[in-house]
Nanobody
Framework: VQLVESGGGLVQPGGSLRLSCAFS????????MTWYRQAPGKERDLVAT?????????KYADSVKGRFTVSRDNAKNTVTLQMNSLQPEDTAVYYC?????????WGQGTQVTVSS
């Protein structure tokens, strides 16, 4: 399994970005998919999770509730994080994470910088 994130960049406060994570491998639909982020000098924190299967459930960190939306397309093997109303404190490297039973994979990360 390989995970490749894309969509990061520089955005002004209040702006939006859409991150994507492309999953290469089999049985994407069976994996719970999670976005994490890590700011300089800080720990890696959970941002949003979407569970496996068609009836996916979502969970968000309190700091992004109402601003970020996680979704998945099992036909395209992708998970997306729509980020609105971005603030400087959202600046971090964003990572995609896939888990299924004992299997556990990380992407390489994509930088998101929110600055005027």
């Amino acid at each position: 399994v390989q995970l490749v994130e894309s969509g990061g960049g520089l955005v002004q406060p209040g702006g939006s970005l859409r991150l994507s994570c492309a999953f290469s491998g089999f049985t994407f639909s069976m994996y719970d998919m999670t976005w994490y982020r890590q700011a300089p000098g800080k720990e890696r924190d959970l941002v949003a999770t979407i569970t496996s299967g068609g009836g996916s459930r979502t969970k968000y960190a309190d700091s992004v509730k109402g601003r970020f939306t996680v979704s998945r397309d099992n036909a395209k093997n992708t998970v997306t994080l729509q980020m609105n109303s971005l603030q400087p404190e959202d600046t971090a490297v964003y990572y995609c994470h896939a888990t299924f039973l004992e299997y556990d994979y990380w992407g390489q990360g994509t930088q998101v910088t929110v600055s005027s």
